[in-house]
């Protein structure tokens, strides 16, 4: 299946969806099979995990250098989740599309929101669990978060599906129940918006 972009310009890929449902396995996932694709660091006020790299997983930083990077114009979007910061840098973003390279974002609603306002073309996937009892096993399994703080996400789900749903800024809405099938499905999302 072909995933090069249309007109030599990559595409901007956009997966969301509540702590859990398996975003960053679907980005990885993508990221193996669309050619010449490229993930879009975000910078974060959250602690890094002990399985996470700088520069790779995520540039991570203080709130005053965040809140000078945001003033700066810097952030394509930026948002607040459970009391940590996240931005997308917009210069390297933009250098790879324009160079014809896709670019997969994991983000959250309200950045999503926010790109959908100004990159309309880009292709937005919101993620489902494929019930809220098996999103609770897949946040405990990872063993990253107190009990609190998956009770917290749990509560958080509620409100970002509403969101996605009733904004208006995602097109497409797909369950992971098994990722290889979820992976297949968005690429084909890909192909279909690319042919548009």
């Not at 991570?60 to 607040?80: H, I």
């Not at 933009?94 to 959908?116: L, S």
């Not at 509560?155 to 098994?178: C, K, M, Q, W």
Request: proline share 6%; with cysteine.
């Amino acid at each position: 299946m072909s995933s090069e972009p249309a007109s030599g310009r990559g595409r901007l890929v956009v997966i969301s969806g509540p702590s859990g449902t398996g975003k960053t396995s679907i980005c990885n996932a993508l990221l193996e099979r669309l050619p010449g694709s490229v993930w879009s660091v975000s910078v974060t006020t959250r602690p890094r995990r002990s399985s996470e790299v700088e520069g790779q997983s995520y540039r991570f930083v203080d709130r005053e250098a965040f809140l000078r990077q945001r003033e700066a114009g810097e952030f394509l979007e930026s948002a607040e989740y459970i009391g940590h910061l996240y931005g997308t840098p917009r210069r390297p973003l933009i250098e790879a599309t324009e160079a014809g390279r896709h670019v997969v974002m994991e983000i959250d609603v309200q950045g999503g929101i926010q790109v959908a306002a100004k990159m309309p073309d880009s292709v937005r996937v919101f993620v489902l669990p494929p019930t809220m009892a098996t999103l609770k096993a897949r946040l405990a399994g990872r063993r990253t978060e107190s009990p609190e703080e998956i009770q917290r996400r749990i509560a958080e789900a509620d409100g970002e599906i509403g969101l996605a749903r009733d904004s208006g800024a995602y097109p497409h809405f797909v369950t992971n129940d098994v990722l290889e099938d979820t992976v297949d499905r968005i690429i084909e999302l890909i192909e279909r918006t690319r042919k548009q």
